[in-house]
């Protein structure tokens, strides 16, 4: 299990001399997975490249991220796609959910080719309990509502036991109440099952939930605060 993501340094760009575009500057940070983080910022601040980068998805221009002790990458791709199928679960704004499959099968898509240590099918029907969905196992993505669907895409990010969850923007597309649903669903997650949570939203309110939030302005940290000291900013 990984405890900790380390980042040292992390630049990344695009284009080369006077054409090159900074989209994360000097990014160093450590994370734990006792705590549930927010990461914030408006649009073209560089959290989702952020969260990219965390999640083995993308590599930096410059700078090392470090899962525990094991600079990842500097791991052959094989096992650095382990690392990414087996400890790390995605949930994305775009739920991602194949149109022919069930709620059932669409939580087991990622063990479809895999071999585990667990029944898969107890494990699928045990995360569907969870996000309280046991009744909709059967049914399409298009008989499900937009809540409903991010759930089995929460349960999906779940079925392989990950030690971390990165989540970006998850609840972009839902209503307020929805959105407040699914958070309280991820903490509750939290509690549960022990992963740590990385989210990545735009909306502060959401961010208040957490016990830690990365505020990102053009590419670099501006604020890094406890949820306590992000309660007091905000009555400031």
């Known amino acids: ?4 993501i380390t980042l040292e340094n992390i630049h990344k760009s695009f284009g080369k001399s006077e054409a ?3 989209v994360l500057d000097n990014i160093s940070l450590r994370l734990e997975s006792e705590d549930f983080i927010s990461i914030i910022g408006s649009s073209g601040s560089g959290k989702s490249t952020l969260l990219s980068i965390i999640g083995t998805l993308e590599k930096p221009t410059k700078g090392k991220v470090y899962y525990d002790e094991k600079e990842v990458h500097k791991l052959k791709a094989n096992s650095l796609s382990e690392l990414r199928n087996q400890h790390i ?6 739920f991602h959910l194949l149109p022919t499959l069930t ?6 898509a990622p063990l479809f080719h895999q071999k585990v240590s667990y029944d898969k099918e107890a494990r699928a029907k045990e995360l569907l309990g969870l996000v309280g969905l046991s009744d909709k196992h059967a049914s399409l993505p298009s008989q499900l509502s937009g ?7 929460i349960a999906r990010s779940l079925i392989a036991k990950p030690d971390w969850i990165l989540a970006d923007e ?11 649903n699914i958070i309280d669903l991820l903490l509750d997650i939290k509690q549960k099952t022990n ?3 990385i989210l990545v939203t735009h909306d502060p309110a959401l961010s208040k939930q957490s016990d830690r939030t990365i505020e990102l302005k053009d590419g670099q940290i501006i604020s890094d605060m406890r949820y306590a000291q992000v309660e007091d900013a905000y009555h400031d």
């Open 1 to 4: 299990m990984y405890n900790k």
């Open 20 to 22: 090159e575009t900074i």
């Open 89 to 94: 679960g995605f949930i994305f704004q775009q």
């Open 103 to 108: 709620a059932m099968e669409n939580i087991l």
């Open 147 to 153: 809540g409903q669907q991010q759930r089995v895409a």
């Open 170 to 180: 998850p609840t972009g597309n839902l209503d307020s109440a929805t959105s407040k």
């Open 195 to 197: 992963c740590g949570i």
